[in-house]
Structure formats: C-alpha cells, structure tokens
Nanobody, 127 residues
Framework: QVQLVESGGGLVQTGGSLRLSCAAS????????MGWFRQAPGKEREFVAA????????YYADSVKGRFTISRDNAKNTVSLQMNSLKPEDTAVYSC????????????????????WGQGTQVTVSS
C-alpha cells in the first residue's frame, strides 16, 4: 500500500514562492498518477495540478497555470509543487494524492479519482 507524506508548507508574503514535496512509500508508487489538491476554510477541496506516472503529462487548474509547476522524481519517489507568484487566495491546506495509472500519459483531476491521500500541509499567503 502506498503512503504519502507532504512537507514544505508555511507562511509567505504575496508574490513569494514555496515548494511543496510529497514523499511516497510503497513498491507501486512509481506507477501512481500524482496530484495536488487544496482546501481553503469553508470551501470544497479543489484540484491544483497532476502529473502522469511517467512524468510526460502535466495538467493544471486555470487558477494556478503559469505560476505553479508540478514535477516528479521516480527514482526518489517524490512529487513536488513549485509555487511562484503566490496570492492570498492560494491560502489553503494542500494535499497530495495518488492512484494507480494504467497508461503512462494519463492524469486525473477530480477528488474521486484518487484513492490515496497525504495528511496535508498548510500554506498561508499574507497580503
């Protein structure tokens, strides 16, 4: 069974940058499609970005496109989310998620598509 642990959250000013990491353990982690989601207080969890298990395909929510970059290192079983030009509306608990990918180029973008979740890490952007 794959387990996910996030790190890298914190407090940053508007316009700043943060890098989140998600460490995956388990023998099938390298074939997992990985995604990042976030949930702000009083709001539903929303999709942020996803990367296929081969790393060839990435997909972003419109709200973060051009500012966030998702990447993975299968040798280290890690997935990262580089967040630049942060805005107060990016404030949320960020969680990484995973599921088995049947084809190397596929990604998933909805909460129900994923069956493995990390505990989440808080990102706060001050104005």
């Amino acid at each position: 069974q794959v387990q996910l642990v996030e790190s890298g959250g914190g407090l940053v000013q508007t316009g700043g940058s943060l890098r989140l990491s998600c460490a995956a353990s388990g023998r099938t982690a390298s074939t997992y499609v990985m995604g990042w989601f976030r949930q702000a207080p009083g709001k539903e969890r929303e999709f942020v970005a996803a990367v296929s298990w081969g790393g060839s395909t990435t997909y972003y929510a419109d709200s973060v496109k051009g500012r966030f970059t998702i990447s993975r290192d299968n040798a280290k079983n890690t997935v990262s989310l580089q967040m630049n030009s942060l805005k107060p509306e990016d404030t949320a608990v960020y969680s990484c998620a995973g599921r088995n990918g049947f084809f190397s180029g596929i990604v998933y973008t909805t909460v129900k598509d994923y069956d493995t979740w990390g505990q989440g890490t808080q990102v706060t952007v001050s104005s």
